[in-house]
Structure formats: structure tokens, C-alpha cells
């Protein structure tokens, strides 16, 4: 299995900064590497896929970067509405796996 | 907008056998989709559980495998999952979502999740 390695694991911001969440795969994936956000008590949403994609909808300070086995997600001004966990994804191969998570919080 | 709703017992006792279905609305289950399971433990990060494609053809997570069986059913577009032998470690919500063919294939639409509870 691919792992997906996380970092941090939770940080603290406040409204306005920019905050940089990265991703690390155990092997290179490609550019098959997505961003989920999920708060507390729904389900993940995608946020990026295929590294650097905006989904329908999402808002443009979410960007992703990197490439083969390094990756990031940066927030360029947080807003309110963006204190959740934040999850990797590689969809190069099965078992599709997750990172362990990084909780964006005041 | 295709959506998803899962629906099974919410409780299941140990050495038993989880059983969900996932009904989806607003697109048909046959098309160019593959459609998964993935579950959250209560407090922890996400498991990718498994995958099938409408024609049956599945992935399952080796961790997992062994104890899974995923099926479709067309007529009534909805896909289930069953977990065999379960342990407390399987309590988790599980949800079901789409894949779609967006960059490869990407999870991009999940259902509201069900909490499974494993205890007797």
C-alpha cells in the first residue's frame, strides 16, 4: 500500500493567514493526489483534485501544489468557514489511501 | 447532482455480519462511475474500504479482504457492502461515494455517513 503522510497534524491560525498543510506519499503517485475538507460531523468534501484542480464551487484561496511524491495544500487568506480537517488522497492506486488528517484550528 | 444515502443496522453484534446498501439518485448506477466505501472510526481519519464498477468488477483493501463482498444491483440502482466477522474495530461511520472520471478516477460525491456500532 501507498502511504500518505501528513503534516502537521493540527495547527493553530487565525482569520487572514496563510496556512500551507503538506502531504508526503510513500512512493511517487503522479499528479493523483487530492484534498478533502470535512468538519465536524459530515462527510469529506473535494476540494482538489489531480494535485491542482479546484472542484466546482470551491472557493480560489484553496491551490495545491507538488508532484510525484510531495504535495501541498495552502490557504492563502483563512476564513471562518475553513476551520475543519483536511485530509490527502491518492487515487494512483488501490487501496486508495488517506493521510492522517491535519485539524485547522483557532 | 448525483446523490447518495447509505442505510443498514446501526447496530451489529461482534463476530456478525455488517450489511449496507447505498441507494443512488440523480444518475444511473451503470454509468462511468466507480462506486466505494469508506469508513471513519469515531475521532480518527478516513479508511478506503473498498470499490465496485457496474460491472462487478471490485477492489477491496487488502487489510480488509477476506472479510468483504461488494455487489450491485442495476435494477434498483444501488450498491451494498458486507463485512464479515466483526469486532469492535469496525465500529466506524461508513460511507458511500462516487468516483468519478475526472482525473482518473476521483472521489468526488459522498453520502451523509451511518454509524455502525459493533457490540453485543
Known amino acids: 500500500d501507498i502511504q500518505m503522510t501528513q503534516s502537521p497534524s493540527s495547527l493553530s491560525a487565525s482569520v487572514g493567514d496563510r496556512v500551507t498543510i503538506t502531504c508526503r506519499a510513500s512512493?511517487?503517485?503522479?499528479?493523483?493526489l487530492n484534498w478533502y475538507q470535512q468538519k465536524a460531523g459530515k462527510a469529506p468534501k473535494l476540494l482538489i483534485y489531480?494535485?491542482?484542480y479546484l472542484q466546482s464551487g470551491v472557493p480560489s484561496r484553496f491551490s495545491g501544489s507538488g508532484s510525484w511524491t510531495d504535495f501541498a495544500l495552502t490557504i492563502s487568506s483563512l476564513q471562518a468557514e475553513d476551520f475543519a480537517t483536511y485530509y490527502c488522497?491518492?487515487?494512483?492506486?488501490?487501496?486508495?489511501?488517506f493521510g492522517q488528517g491535519t485539524k485547522v484550528e483557532i | 447532482q448525483v446523490q447518495l444515502q447509505e442505510s443498514g443496522p446501526g447496530l451489529v453484534k461482534p463476530s456478525g455480519t455488517l450489511s449496507l446498501t447505498c441507494v443512488v439518485s440523480?444518475?444511473?448506477?451503470?454509468?462511468?462511475?466507480?462506486w466505494s466505501w469508506v469508513r471513519q472510526p469515531p475521532g480518527k481519519g478516513l479508511e478506503w474500504i473498498g470499490e465496485?464498477?457496474?460491472?462487478?468488477?471490485?477492489n477491496y483493501n487488502p487489510s480488509l479482504r477476506g472479510r468483504i463482498t461488494m455487489s450491485v444491483d442495476k435494477s434498483k440502482n444501488q450498491f451494498s457492502l458486507i463485512l464479515s466477522s466483526v469486532t469492535a474495530a469496525d465500529t466506524a461511520v461508513y460511507y458511500c461515494?462516487?468516483?468519478?472520471?475526472?482525473?482518473?478516477?476521483?472521489?468526488?460525491?459522498w453520502g451523509q455517513g451511518t454509524l455502525v456500532t459493533v457490540s453485543s
Open positions: 465496485i464498477y457496474h460491472s462487478g468488477t471490485t
Open positions: 488522497q491518492q487515487s494512483y492506486s488501490p487501496p486508495q489511501t
Open positions: 489531480g494535485v491542482s
Open positions: 512512493q511517487s503517485i503522479s499528479s493523483y
Open positions: 461515494a462516487k468516483s468519478g472520471n475526472i482525473f482518473g478516477y476521483v472521489t468526488d460525491s
Open positions: 440523480g444518475g444511473s448506477i451503470s454509468s462511468d462511475n466507480w
